[in-house]
């Protein structure tokens, strides 16, 4: 019924920056709260940034300062700008949409995942 499609991964150096984008498709009435989590190997997924429907946000402390969410409710889409990048930023990183479709219903939906590599 919902479709999260992100994309914007890829390999930088150290320092760099990448923007990921969650392009949400499919019945939606209205996409609630949304956010972005990582997982890096051997790691537990974890909360990175969240944005709630009215636009604010909250960061893991170890983002704070150098990555921002921002989301387009026109277009259902959620962003992630990244600055100043870590090798320990690398994960994949992956949508969170809490959706209310057509009909009533409020599901959680989930992307793919896309794939931050940092170089040192």
């Known amino acids: 019924q919902v479709q999260l499609v992100e994309s914007g991964g890829g390999l930088v150096q150290a320092g760099g920056s990448l923007t990921l984008s969650c392009a949400a498709s499919?019945?939606?009435?209205?996409?609630?709260?949304m956010a972005w989590y990582r997982q890096a190997p051997g790691k537990q997924r974890e909360r990175v940034a969240f944005?709630?429907?009215?636009?604010?946000?909250n960061y893991v402390d170890s983002v704070k300062g150098r990555f921002t969410i921002s989301r387009d409710n026109a277009k259902n889409t959620l962003y992630l700008q990244m600055n100043s990048l870590k090798p320990e930023d690398t994960a994949a990183y992956y949508c969170?949409?809490?959706?209310?479709?057509?009909?009533?219903?409020?599901?959680?939906?989930w992307g793919q995942g896309t794939q931050v590599t940092v170089s040192s």
């Open positions: 969170y949409a809490d959706v209310s479709l057509w009909g009533g219903q409020r599901r959680d939906y």
């Open positions: 499919g019945s939606i009435f209205r996409t609630n709260a």
């Open positions: 944005i709630s429907s009215d636009g604010s946000t």
